[in-house]
């Protein structure tokens, strides 16, 4: 019974931890935030040396010596490197957690056999 419990805990945490990381890669909702107040245009680029959304004509502008990226490409790498931070945490949880089981039977199976 206690071995079933603990299964079913952790499917729920599993759960838990993949509707936290849909959350995650929810596109920005609010349209004036994908777009340049500069030109009126959509934040589709991503500039690297100055860590912003640019848009096509900020290329040709300001940021035309700058490195650019497609923002849904840094955008997916950014989610992906979070959900992967937080992959290692949980693995980290459950595995203290197991830790934590595995002396209390120790201690219990000790308790129940001397
Ligand atoms: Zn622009
Ligand atoms: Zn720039």
Redesign the pocket.
């Known amino acids: 019974l206690f071995q079933e419990e603990g299964i079913n805990q952790h499917n729920f945490e599993k759960k838990v931890t993949g509707l936290k990381k849909h959350r995650l890669v929810e596109p920005m909702d609010r349209l004036e935030d994908r777009m340049?107040?500069?030109?009126?245009?959509l934040?589709e680029l991503f500039c690297q040396t100055e860590q912003e959304c640019?848009?096509?004509?900020?290329?040709e502008?300001?940021?035309k010596s700058h490195p650019v990226v497609p923002l849904k490409e840094e955008y997916e790498v950014k989610s992906a490197l979070l959900g992967k931070i937080e992959a290692d945490v949980q693995q980290m949880i459950q595995e203290r957690k197991l830790k934590i089981k595995e002396i209390k039977d120790t201690v219990e199976y000790r308790r129940s056999h001397t």
Not at 36 to 41: A, I, W
Not at 54 to 59: A, E, G, N, Q, R
């Open positions: 340049c107040k500069k030109h009126n245009r934040l640019v848009c096509l004509l900020c290329t502008g300001d940021h």
